[in-house]
Nanobody
Framework: QVQLVESGGGLVQAGGSLRLSCAAS????????VGWFRQAPGKEREFVAAINWSAGSTNYADSVKGRATISRDNVKNTVYLQMNSLEPEDTAIYYC??????????????????WGQGTQVTVSS
Protein backbone atom coordinates (compact mmCIF):
# COMPACT_ATOMS: atom_id res chain seq x y z
CA GLN A 1 0.00 0.00 0.00
CA VAL A 2 1.21 3.49 -0.89
CA GLN A 3 -0.25 6.72 0.42
CA LEU A 4 0.12 9.93 -1.56
CA VAL A 5 -0.68 13.42 -0.34
CA GLU A 6 -0.60 16.42 -2.64
CA SER A 7 -0.18 20.01 -1.56
CA GLY A 8 0.74 23.37 -2.99
CA GLY A 9 -2.27 24.16 -5.12
CA GLY A 10 -4.03 27.50 -5.03
CA LEU A 11 -5.16 30.53 -6.96
CA VAL A 12 -2.60 32.26 -9.14
CA GLN A 13 -2.71 34.84 -11.89
CA ALA A 14 -1.83 33.96 -15.45
CA GLY A 15 1.91 34.04 -15.91
CA GLY A 16 2.52 33.04 -12.32
CA SER A 17 4.09 29.92 -10.84
CA LEU A 18 3.24 27.18 -8.38
CA ARG A 19 5.12 24.26 -6.93
CA LEU A 20 3.08 21.20 -6.15
CA SER A 21 4.30 18.54 -3.77
CA CYS A 22 3.44 14.86 -3.53
CA ALA A 23 4.50 13.17 -0.31
CA ALA A 24 4.62 9.39 -0.54
CA SER A 25 4.56 6.92 2.32
CA UNK A 26 4.10 3.20 2.72
CA UNK A 27 5.56 0.57 0.41
CA UNK A 28 6.95 3.01 -2.14
CA UNK A 29 9.64 0.53 -3.18
CA UNK A 30 7.02 -1.32 -5.20
CA UNK A 31 6.56 1.57 -7.60
CA UNK A 32 9.35 2.78 -9.84
CA UNK A 33 7.75 6.06 -10.87
CA VAL A 34 5.37 8.80 -9.81
CA GLY A 35 3.25 10.75 -12.22
CA TRP A 36 1.20 13.93 -12.14
CA PHE A 37 -2.15 14.09 -13.84
CA ARG A 38 -4.81 16.77 -13.97
CA GLN A 39 -8.51 16.89 -14.55
CA ALA A 40 -10.47 19.97 -15.49
CA PRO A 41 -14.26 20.17 -15.14
CA GLY A 42 -15.96 18.21 -17.89
CA LYS A 43 -12.69 16.82 -19.22
CA GLU A 44 -10.88 13.55 -18.92
CA ARG A 45 -7.90 13.12 -16.65
CA GLU A 46 -4.75 13.90 -18.59
CA PHE A 47 -1.09 13.16 -18.11
CA VAL A 48 1.16 16.04 -17.07
CA ALA A 49 4.55 14.64 -16.11
CA ALA A 50 6.25 11.62 -14.56
CA ILE A 51 9.56 10.79 -12.98
CA ASN A 52 11.44 7.57 -12.28
CA TRP A 53 12.33 7.30 -8.58
CA SER A 54 15.79 5.85 -9.01
CA ALA A 55 17.03 7.09 -12.39
CA GLY A 56 15.35 10.47 -12.22
CA SER A 57 14.35 10.24 -15.87
CA THR A 58 11.37 12.40 -16.73
CA ASN A 59 8.51 12.52 -19.17
CA TYR A 60 6.29 15.52 -19.96
CA ALA A 61 3.08 16.18 -21.80
CA ASP A 62 3.51 18.47 -24.78
CA SER A 63 1.07 20.94 -23.22
CA VAL A 64 3.43 21.67 -20.32
CA LYS A 65 6.84 20.98 -21.84
CA GLY A 66 9.10 23.95 -21.21
CA ARG A 67 6.84 25.26 -18.46
CA ALA A 68 6.91 22.37 -16.00
CA THR A 69 9.69 20.65 -14.12
CA ILE A 70 9.19 17.44 -12.19
CA SER A 71 11.75 16.46 -9.58
CA ARG A 72 12.07 14.14 -6.62
CA ASP A 73 13.68 14.02 -3.22
CA ASN A 74 14.39 10.38 -2.46
CA VAL A 75 15.19 11.10 1.18
CA LYS A 76 11.88 12.85 1.78
CA ASN A 77 9.99 10.49 -0.55
CA THR A 78 8.49 13.55 -2.18
CA VAL A 79 7.93 14.44 -5.82
CA TYR A 80 7.57 18.05 -6.91
CA LEU A 81 5.97 19.66 -9.91
CA GLN A 82 7.10 23.20 -10.61
CA MET A 83 4.74 24.95 -12.98
CA ASN A 84 5.72 28.29 -14.54
CA SER A 85 4.03 30.64 -16.98
CA LEU A 86 0.67 29.29 -15.87
CA GLU A 87 -2.28 29.76 -18.17
CA PRO A 88 -6.02 29.65 -17.45
CA GLU A 89 -6.05 26.36 -19.38
CA ASP A 90 -3.91 24.87 -16.60
CA THR A 91 -6.82 25.19 -14.19
CA ALA A 92 -7.63 21.71 -12.90
CA ILE A 93 -7.35 19.36 -9.98
CA TYR A 94 -3.84 17.97 -9.98
CA TYR A 95 -3.27 14.41 -8.81
CA CYS A 96 -0.12 12.46 -8.18
CA UNK A 97 -0.06 8.72 -8.59
CA UNK A 98 2.27 5.75 -8.15
CA UNK A 99 2.99 3.59 -11.17
CA UNK A 100 1.83 -0.01 -11.08
CA UNK A 101 4.69 -2.54 -10.80
CA UNK A 102 5.97 -3.65 -14.22
CA UNK A 103 3.87 -1.03 -16.04
CA UNK A 104 5.75 0.60 -18.88
CA UNK A 105 3.87 3.57 -20.26
CA UNK A 106 3.97 6.35 -17.69
CA UNK A 107 1.54 8.48 -19.70
CA UNK A 108 -1.44 6.17 -19.20
CA UNK A 109 -3.58 6.79 -16.12
CA UNK A 110 -4.67 3.17 -16.02
CA UNK A 111 -1.07 2.14 -15.32
CA UNK A 112 -1.16 3.88 -11.95
CA UNK A 113 -2.40 2.02 -8.94
CA UNK A 114 -2.34 4.52 -6.07
CA TRP A 115 -3.66 8.07 -6.26
CA GLY A 116 -3.66 11.07 -4.00
CA GLN A 117 -6.74 13.11 -3.20
CA GLY A 118 -5.76 15.94 -5.52
CA THR A 119 -4.98 19.61 -5.12
CA GLN A 120 -6.85 22.40 -6.90
CA VAL A 121 -4.96 24.77 -9.16
CA THR A 122 -6.86 27.78 -10.43
CA VAL A 123 -5.28 30.24 -12.85
CA SER A 124 -7.07 33.53 -13.34
CA SER A 125 -6.77 35.56 -16.52
Amino acid sequence: QVQLVESGGGLVQAGGSLRLSCAASGRTSGSRAVGWFRQAPGKEREFVAAINWSAGSTNYADSVKGRATISRDNVKNTVYLQMNSLEPEDTAIYYCAALRPFAQDMRVAGNYVYWGQGTQVTVSS
